[in-house]
């Protein structure tokens, strides 16, 4: 079956970077397009951003335009989110998603963001 | 953006009750929503798609309708399984959005 695996998280200070790692397995990963999904703790799910299976098509939530960046390595089977400026607001499990065409048809098991000094 | 209006927020059934989960679209969404289901401390997981195609593995007791904005999700027959929260997404139009959410629990 297919496996999403995130990695990378962890507690940052306000106004620093991190990036996020999701590494796919069991599918063919250059034939999906991807996303990165958050949930803030006890809160509902905010879709983040996509990236075409050819990094060709990418968009965000506009929200976090500018702060967020989604890419991935089709060589290494690999997702990344590259998260600059955070704020205490960005704390959440962040989830990568396999896409389906107009849903996500596999996540993985999230990894924790903390925002706080 | 398109909004997702959820409701009920919470829901509380009896095992064996029939309830149903309610999506309005602010604009047509062409039958582009799914539905997820999550349960405690776990990853959502897809029960629906394409408004109504049940995705591999999911009972059939569970099912889903509508059309246009107007979408919903049926549990007919209430199980301890069934117990979590359950969200849909609209997936017709990026940015993609999802709807607040509702707690389903077994009374």
């Known amino acids: 079956e297919v496996h999403l695996v995130e990695s990378g998280g962890g507690l940052v200070q306000p106004g620093r970077s991190l990036k996020l790692s999701c590494v796919a397995s069991?599918?063919?990963?250059?034939?999906?397009?991807m996303n990165w999904i958050r949930q803030a703790p006890g809160k509902g799910l905010e879709w983040v951003a996509y990236?075409?299976?050819?990094?060709?098509?990418?968009y965000y939530a506009e929200t976090l335009k500018g702060r967020f960046t989604i890419s991935r390595d089709n060589a290494k089977n690999t997702l990344y989110l590259q998260m600059t400026s955070l704020r205490s607001e960005d704390t959440a499990l962040y989830y990568c998603?396999?896409?389906?065409?107009?849903?996500?048809?596999?996540w993985g098991q999230g990894v924790m963001v903390t925002v706080s000094s | 953006d398109i909004q997702m209006t959820q409701s009920p927020a919470s829901l509380s059934a009896s095992l064996g009750e029939t309830i149903s989960i309610e999506c309005r679209a602010s604009?047509?969404?062409?039958?582009?929503v799914a539905w997820y289901q999550q349960k405690s401390g776990k990853s959502p997981q897809v029960l629906i798609y394409?408004?109504?195609r049940l995705q591999d593995g999911v009972p059939s007791r569970i099912s889903g309708s509508g059309s246009g904005t107007q979408y919903s999700l049926k549990i007919s027959g209430m199980q301890p399984e069934d117990e979590g929260d359950y969200f849909c997404?609209?997936?017709?139009?990026?940015?993609?959005?999802f709807g607040s959410g509702t707690k389903l629990e077994i009374k």
């Open positions: 998603a396999r896409h389906f065409p107009y849903y996500f048809d596999y």
């Open positions: 069991r599918f063919t990963f250059s034939n999906y397009g």
């Open positions: 990236i075409s299976n050819g990094s060709s098509y990418i």
């Open positions: 604009e047509d969404i062409y039958s582009n």
């Open positions: 394409a408004a109504k």
């Open positions: 997404l609209q997936g017709f139009k990026f940015p993609l959005t």
